[in-house]
């Protein structure tokens, strides 16, 4: 072995990809890469860690017909679906319930109100399988006690009723 190629460094997997948030990545980072074409969503998709493809990458890609057909056909870009964006907030919600309060910094009010308010305008969207899963992970806001909380059984009975019993 020469001295030459004892200090080659081996490359990092190029980048090639520019997301949504400016940063760059590939096919070989991300499994699934997305454009964004579905109704507006009131949230960054991003937090979902979906990764979703730039609008004026795209743009300048989809000027050249060889490199539109490429993104799109050979490193298989897709659009994201609303029924992909419910399935990553059930996944949030989930990975949020193992985690515990040990990370309750990252699934504040705010993200748990705009998962909830895009899951009310989606959730005819939602397979069987989905809506358990969904039961099974979500976070809700307890006003009464001022953070946010795992769903239970008894989170979904109203308290004026135990009041009168």
Known sequence: MSENS?????????????LADLTWTSRETFRDIYLLFTSPVDFEVETLDIAVLGD???????KNELAHIFVL???KI??????????AIIEYHRKAREL????????????CVDHASYLLRTQHLLGKSDRQN???????????LGR???VSQNVLKDRDQDNHS
Do not use: C, M, N
């Open 73 to 75: 056909r050979t490193l």
């Open 56 to 62: 004026d990458f795209y743009r300048e890609i989809s």
């Open 6 to 18: 004892a200090s080659v460094k081996k490359a990092k997997k190029p980048s090639y990809l520019q």
């Open 78 to 87: 897709g659009t994201l679906s609303a029924v992909q964006i419910l399935r």
């Open 134 to 144: 969904l039961r099974d992970s979500f976070h809700v806001v307890d006003l009464h």
């Open 100 to 111: 515990g309060r040990s990370q309750k910094t990252w699934l504040d009010a705010k993200t």
């Open 148 to 150: 946010v909380v795992a």
